[in-house]
C-alpha cells in the first residue's frame, strides 16, 4: 500500500525543546517537501529535498532543520530558536521533475506548551 | 513574487448544486496548477493537476480549468453531495519545478 506517513498524529513541546517530526514515502520519488499550515494562510514551504543528501531554504527555514540520509525519509526538526513552533506539519512527496506532482502525508500536529 | 487568491473564502450551497469555486494568481510563469482538497485535521488530497500546457482536466464529476493569460483557473463541482463538503486549495507550481505557492483556500460546506 503505497503513501507517505507521518507521525507522531500530534505532538506536544515544553519551550526550549527540540522536537523532530517523523516522514515516510514508499513511492520512490525522489523529492520530498515540508511545509507548515496556520490558520486562515496558506501552506507555506519550509525546506525540500530533490535528491538524497541534498536540501535546500524553503521561504520560511529560520528555526528548522532537516536531513536527507535515506530516499524514503526526510525528517524535521523543529529547533527551540522556532520562535512560534504551533502549527500544523505537512510532509510531500513528488517525482522532483518539471511537471511535478505532489503528494501529501497525514501531518502532524505540533502544540507548544 | 506569485501570490495566489481563492475566492470566496467560504461558501454554503443545497445538495444537488453546481458549483464553481475560483482561484487567481499573479505570475503566468508556471509549472502547472494543482487543486487539493482538505477535511479537517487532515493532509491534503490531490484531486486535478493542469499542465501548463493544458486548459482543462476531469475526474468524475470535477473539472479545472486553466487559463494562464489571465491568471485564472476555476474547479466546477456538479451535483454537490454532502461528502464534498471540505476546504478545496489551489496551488501554483513554480521555482524551477519545486516551490507550490498556495492559496487560503475555499471552505465548502453541502448541506441536506
Known amino acids: 500500500d503505497g503513501g507517505i506517513t507521518q507521525s507522531p498524529k500530534y505532538l506536544f513541546r515544553k519551550e526550549g525543546q527540540n522536537v523532530t517530526l517523523s516522514c515516510e514515502q514508499n513511492l520512490n520519488h525522489d523529492a520530498m517537501y515540508w511545509y507548515r499550515q496556520d490558520p486562515g494562510q496558506g501552506l507555506r514551504l519550509i525546506y525540500y529535498s530533490q535528491i538524497v543528501n541534498d536540501f535546500q531554504k524553503g521561504d520560511i527555514a529560520e528555526g528548522y532543520s532537516v536531513s536527507r540520509e535515506k530516499k524514503e525519509s526526510f525528517p524535521l526538526t523543529v529547533t527551540s530558536a522556532q520562535k512560534n513552533p504551533t502549527a500544523f506539519y505537512l510532509c510531500a512527496s513528488g517525482t522532483g521533475l518539471d511537471h511535478n506532482e505532489q503528494f501529501f502525508g497525514p501531518g502532524t500536529r505540533l502544540t507548544v506548551l | 513574487k506569485q501570490e495566489v487568491t481563492q475566492i470566496p473564502a467560504a461558501l454554503s450551497v443545497p445538495e444537488g448544486e453546481n458549483l464553481v469555486l475560483n482561484c487567481s494568481f499573479t505570475d503566468s510563469a508556471i509549472y502547472n496548477l494543482q487543486w487539493f482538497r482538505q477535511d479537517p485535521g487532515k493532509g491534503l488530497t490531490s484531486l486535478l493537476l493542469i499542465q501548463s500546457s493544458q486548459r482543462e482536466q476531469t475526474s468524475g464529476r470535477l473539472n479545472a480549468s486553466l487559463d494562464k493569460s489571465s491568471g485564472r483557473s476555476t474547479l466546477y463541482i456538479a451535483a454537490s453531495q454532502p461528502g464534498d463538503s471540505a476546504t478545496y486549495l489551489c496551488?501554483?507550481?513554480?521555482?524551477?519545478?519545486?516551490?507550490?505557492?498556495f492559496g487560503t483556500g475555499t471552505q465548502l460546506k453541502v448541506e441536506l
Open positions: 496551488a501554483i507550481l513554480t521555482g524551477g519545478g519545486n516551490k507550490l505557492t
